[in-house]
């Protein structure tokens, strides 16, 4: 299944949703929740979210399942509910999608830090198939495994996808700007290393998303594009760079702001766009329209 390979050749650019987290706060996620145990609770909150994205018109929408590993549900008491979870995650976008938008499964960081013993290869690749297996059975598409900071266990995470679904991949990482001016992983990584890893790995859709506004997806996006020519890259960017009001995390970036990136965003190489934290249907629309012009 290559719905995302084949639409992007269809379209040229493509968009996918916004945050989830800053939708389901507004819903009334409160902190200390867990959020994907909404998708068994709260089914119809979780619906509306996708729905808002949807009826927007992008092309694809991710599913309510960012930390639905054994090891994050684990600290929820679910870690027997991981395949239920899951499914349900991404049957509940399927049903807010029409035919032709792709359902695209989140698959985020467990938290658990390979180098620092917390885990072993073994557990970390069956805890990913797990949740790659729910997903598929509730009807995702493509799976993208985001907001990754350590390249060992985006890799493991690939892996784990594609020997046990049939589901696309997109690999997608966060990097942070150093003191030396460049940006890395957490782990150290450059851009061009974490993306030639994964494509190693088999992966054929890339991507960066959160830790970062549009303006500096700029330079990453020139990175990547200057060494492969060819790959597709989706960037969802953080509605700018937080800061804290109130006891409050606010990206302040509005829809117009991070629309006025879109003609450089696109012109640098970006394929795929949407938005992570702080982002909402409104940032989307608006990018969505910067594209047509
Ligand atoms: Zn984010």
Same mark, same amino acid.
């Given at each position: 299944?290559?719905?995302?390979? /084949?639409?992007?050749?269809?379209?040229? =650019?493509?968009?996918?949703?916004?945050?989830?987290?800053?939708? *389901?706060?507004?819903?009334?996620?409160?902190?200390?929740?867990?959020?994907?145990?909404?998708?068994?609770?709260?089914?119809?909150?979780?619906?509306?979210?996708?729905?808002?994205?949807?009826?927007?018109?992008?092309?694809?929408? /991710?599913?309510?399942?960012?930390?639905?590993?054994?090891?994050?549900?684990?600290?929820?008491?679910?870690?027997?509910?991981?395949?239920?979870?899951?499914?349900?995650?991404?049957?509940? =976008?399927?049903?807010?999608?029409?035919?032709?938008?792709?359902?695209?499964?989140?698959?985020?960081?467990?938290?658990?830090?390979? *180098?620092?013993?917390?885990?072993?290869?073994?557990?970390?690749?069956?805890?990913?198939?797990?949740?790659?297996?729910?997903?598929?059975?509730?009807? #995702?598409?493509?799976?993208?495994?985001?907001?990754?900071?350590?390249?060992?266990?985006?890799?493991?995470?690939?892996?784990?996808?594609? /020997?046990?679904?049939?589901? /696309?991949?997109?690999?997608?990482?966060?990097?942070?700007?150093?003191?030396?001016?460049?940006?890395?992983?957490?782990?150290?990584?450059?851009?061009?290393?974490?993306?030639?890893?994964? &494509?190693?790995? @088999?992966?054929?859709?890339?991507?960066?998303?959160?830790?970062?506004?549009?303006?500096?997806?700029?330079?990453?996006?020139?990175?990547?594009?200057?060494?492969?020519?060819?790959?597709?890259?989706?960037?969802? #960017?953080?509605? @700018?760079?937080?800061?804290?009001?109130?006891?409050?995390?606010?990206?302040?970036?509005?829809?117009?702001?991070?629309?006025?990136?879109?003609?450089? &965003?696109?012109?640098?190489? #970006?394929?795929?766009?949407?938005?992570?934290?702080?982002?909402?249907?409104?940032?989307?629309?608006?990018?969505?329209?910067?594209?047509?012009?």
């Amino acid at each position: 299944m290559n719905k995302i390979q /084949e639409k992007l050749k269809e379209k040229g =650019t493509l968009f996918v949703d916004g945050a989830w987290g800053t939708m *389901m706060q507004n819903a009334g996620l409160k902190p200390g929740e867990c959020p994907e145990l909404w998708n068994l609770e709260h089914p119809e909150k979780v619906y509306e979210i996708a729905k808002a994205y949807a009826d927007l018109g992008v092309d694809m929408v /991710e599913t309510n399942s960012f930390g639905a590993t054994r090891f994050k549900l684990g600290n929820f008491g679910l870690e027997d509910k991981v395949f239920e979870i899951n499914k349900a995650a991404a049957g509940l =976008t399927k049903r807010a999608l029409s035919e032709d938008q792709i359902v695209l499964g989140s698959v985020g960081p467990t938290g658990k830090i390979l *180098m620092m013993g917390d885990v072993t290869e073994e557990e970390l690749y069956d805890g990913f198939a797990e949740q790659a297996k729910g997903l598929e059975a509730g009807g #995702a598409d493509a799976a993208i495994v985001e907001t990754m900071t350590a390249l060992d266990e985006a890799l493991i995470a690939v892996k784990a996808v594609r /020997e046990n679904t049939d589901m /696309e991949i997109v690999a997608s990482f966060t990097f942070e700007l150093t003191g030396a001016g460049e940006f890395r992983t957490m782990m150290g990584n450059r851009p061009v290393e974490a993306i030639s890893a994964v &494509i190693a790995e @088999g992966v054929s859709i890339v991507g960066t998303n959160c830790g970062n506004g549009l303006e500096r997806m700029i330079p990453i996006i020139e990175e990547i594009r200057a060494e492969f020519k060819d790959v597709p890259i989706l960037v969802n #960017a953080n509605a @700018g760079m937080p800061h804290l009001h109130d006891g409050k995390t606010v990206f302040p970036e509005s829809p117009e702001e991070m629309a006025g990136f879109i003609p450089k &965003i696109m012109d640098v190489g #970006a394929n795929i766009i949407g938005g992570c934290c702080g982002t909402t249907p409104e940032h989307i629309v608006k990018m969505m329209n910067a594209a047509k012009e």
